[in-house]
């Protein structure tokens, strides 16, 4: 298997979010890169850097005046006297559907859901490395690869067209999926992260060409809190094309293989000929976030189940977090595509 990768990802390297008001170090760290990337070193497979494919690709999925506050953000913050190192909201609007702003300040209330997606000055160009990543990984499925994995950081699922959220700017897997769409290709996404893919739902919610399928920890009472409920089926002529597949706190690998049956079936049912697993590996028991209780023989199987399917798929990196066994999981899911 072909994995697309690029250093650059390293240089956003956030300092801290906020957790029930109280002030932790960011998981969302580079130092994720050396395990993953141990990993797949310790598969054998080849290593890739992503060509530049412009920024057209990612305004097909983010609008302009959010890829120029993504851009210029940081240095116009830096400007505010006793502005904070990295972009941070405190104001967000009812709707965003309100008046746009020119402050800066505002501007970042308007963008950004909530403190999991500080700013600095390398972010922009880091998240935009991490998107070509999965454009080029969308080009070689395209191009004939049966499975292709896109080692994305930071990576994308929260991040709506117009909004960053849970240490996401731009929506890699969505990025993909349109551009998978736009050779041709019938596509499903299924997220297998613990969180549910809230962005990625909400770019897709009210079109028919792409199914959105995610299996996560219950929203009622987990992050992202306000997305991700079963009665979400899409709207408009997207409607029946996105399925959310919640599992209680504590839900081990029996209990999330039988959600993924449902959701691999659901695709099936939809026909998708080409596939992007979001893959998140922060349903491990051990990881960090400790939402659900998948092991390492459970990401096996997980792998297995789609691999199986035997489409055309794009593996792109979600969440999975530091633990000593984050590299195992992942070996363990890309293992199944050999």
Known sequence: MITVFDEAQRAHDPQFFLSSGAQFPCPEKPARIDALLGAVRQMGGPVVQAPDAGIAP?????????????????????????????????????????????????????????????????????????????????DLVAGGERATYALCRPPGHHAFSELAGGFCYLNNSAIAAQRLTGAGRRVAILDVDLHHGNGTQGIFYDRPDVMTISIHAHPERYYPFFWGYPGERGAGEGEGAN????????????????????????????????????????????????????????????????????????????????????????????GQFS
């Not at 940081?74 to 104001?91: C, D, F, K, T």
């Not at 300040?105 to 000055?121: E, K, L, R, Y």
């Not at 080409?274 to 590996?281: F, I």
């Not at 051990?286 to 459970?298: C, I, M, N, Y």
Request: charged share 15%; glycine share 10%.
């Open 58 to 138: 990612v305004a097909r999925v983010h609008p302009q005046r959010y890829l120029t506050f993504l851009q210029t953000i940081h240095a116009r913050w830096s400007r505010i006297q006793g502005a904070s190192a990295e972009v941070l909201p405190n104001i967000h609007p009812a709707n965003r559907s309100d008046g746009y702003p020119l402050s800066a300040v505002g501007q970042a209330g308007f963008h950004m859901t909530d403190t999991s997606c500080p700013i600095s000055a390398e972010t922009w160009d880091s998240a935009y490395v991490s998107a070509q990543t999965a454009i080029h990984g969308a």
């Open 243 to 334: 399925l959310n597949l919640c599992l209680e706190r504590g839900t081990g690998d029996d209990g999330f293989v039988a959600a993924l049956d449902k959701g691999m079936a659901a695709l099936t049912n939809w026909r998708a000929d080409t596939l992007v697993l979001a893959l998140g590996l922060d349903a491990f028991e051990g990881d960090p976030f400790a939402g659900l209780a998948v092991t390492t023989p459970g990401f096996a199987r997980i792998g297995r189940a789609v691999a199986g399917l035997d489409l055309p798929t794009l593996i792109v990196q979600e969440g999975g977090y530091l633990c000593p066994e984050l590299g195992d999981n992942l070996e363990a899911v890309l």
